[in-house]
């Protein structure tokens, strides 16, 4: 059974100290690896597709990479406007918009 | 990307009455899919709704409980029937823009 897997599930940072989030999956053919952001009380904010190993993406202070196993999620330098639940999806085989989400890292950046 | 909202963004009900939640879409999309988030948990699929065809329902998940309809290429409606407490989650619709996924802002329920 495929399975996504985050961890760790809470992470405390103070502002400017880096970190990385990581996000495993147990999925056959894998065609892409999603990263989203989510607030309370809002719909999941896209961030990333990663399509295969070695890939890795950049957007701001938030940088994406994918292996054959896990993708990570690093943040750099975070801001407290970081703070947020990032998760993780893996699209199914015969659909790019029927996602299996992992259960999500909460990231709180203190000033 | 598509620019996804949805009617109404919170609402609370009592057990045993059902509430139709309205997602708008800003572009022709063929393919909506309804998610649902339980309090403190991660996404999960609900159904996927295609324009012109019955709606297609993941495991766990029933036409009965949480009929969909899709009239048009940018409009969708998923009901959620004969509610319980435990139907309180947030509910959100997504479209694929491939390889791209976007989602709506949600509609939180809450059964009373």
């Known amino acids: 059974e495929d399975q996504v897997t985050q961890s760790p599930e809470a992470l405390r940072l103070q502002e400017g100290e880096s970190s990385s989030l990581n996000c495993s999956y147990t999925?056959?053919?894998?065609?892409?690896l999603f990263w989203y952001r989510q607030d309370p009380g809002k719909g999941p904010e896209f961030l990333f597709t990663?399509?295969?190993a070695g890939e890795e993406k950049e957007k701001e202070r938030l940088k994406a990479t994918l292996t054959k196993k896990e993708s990570f999620l690093h943040i750099t330098a975070p801001k407290p406007e970081d703070s947020a639940t990032y998760l993780c999806?893996?699209?199914?085989?015969?659909?790019?918009?029927?996602?299996?989400f992992g259960a999500g890292t909460q990231v709180v950046v203190t000033p | 990307s598509a620019v996804i909202s949805q009617k109404p963004s919170r609402d609370i009900c009592q057990r045993g009455t059902s509430l139709t939640i309205q997602c708008q879409v800003d572009?022709?999309?063929?393919?909506m899919f309804w998610y649902r988030q339980q309090p403190g948990q991660s996404l999960t699929l609900i159904a996927t709704?295609?324009?012109?065809?019955?709606?297609?329902?993941e495991s766990g998940f029933v036409i009965d409980k949480f009929p969909i309809s899709r009239p048009n290429l940018t409009f969708s409606t998923l009901t959620v029937s004969n509610m319980s407490p435990e139907d309180s989650s947030i509910y959100l619709c997504?479209?694929?823009?491939?390889?791209?996924?976007?989602f709506g802002p949600g509609t939180r329920l809450t059964v009373l």
């Open positions: 997504s479209v694929e823009d491939p390889p791209e996924q976007f």
């Open positions: 999925v056959s053919g894998l065609r892409g």
């Open positions: 990663l399509y295969s």
């Open positions: 999806a893996v699209p199914t085989p015969d659909s790019w918009g029927k996602l299996q």
């Open positions: 572009s022709q999309v063929t393919m």
């Open positions: 709704a295609n324009q012109g065809s019955e709606a297609t329902y």
